[in-house]
């Protein structure tokens, strides 16, 4: 595997490293300004740009304050990253399409997550 797919994995890794402990400023780091956030889990939350995707770790770890997002699988080909996770933690409140029920909740990702890699490249 190429050293470009390699770095690209240990962006995906990083960013689920921050997400676990609650850093939304290491995002900075990783991920573009303009980006937006797809997942079927929660369809009615949108992120569209890194504040929200930021906002919207701030309003899951209210809800969910224990969660951790395990990668089971990490696969990447060219500039392309798929993960395939499991996201658990204690429910305390209302979220999206979650319905409050207490407990704990597994989550396993049912299709890979792809995340586009891209580095900006100065021409000279």
């Known amino acids: 595997m190429s050293t470009t797919t390699e770095q690209n994995k240990a962006v995906i890794r ?3 490293d921050a997400w676990n402990s609650r850093q ?3 995002f900075d780091e990783l991920i573009a300004p303009d980006v937006v956030r797809h997942c079927e889990a929660t369809p009615g939350v949108e992120a569209r740009n890194l504040d929200q995707v ?3 770790l701030r309003q899951d770890t209210a809800v969910f304050p224990d969660s951790v997002q395990t990668i089971k699988l990490l696969v990447a080909e060219g500039n392309l990253v798929a993960a395939w996770t499991t996201y658990e933690g204690t429910q ?3 979220w999206a399409n979650f ?3 207490g407990g704990r909740r597994t989550l396993i990702s049912g299709q890979c997550s792809v995340s586009k890699a891209e580095r900006s490249q100065s021409g000279g």
Request: no cysteine.
């Open 92 to 94: 305390q409140g209302q």
């Open 54 to 56: 930021k906002e919207f």
């Open 99 to 101: 319905h409050h029920r």
């Open 24 to 26: 939304p400023d290491a």
């Open 14 to 16: 990083r960013f689920f």
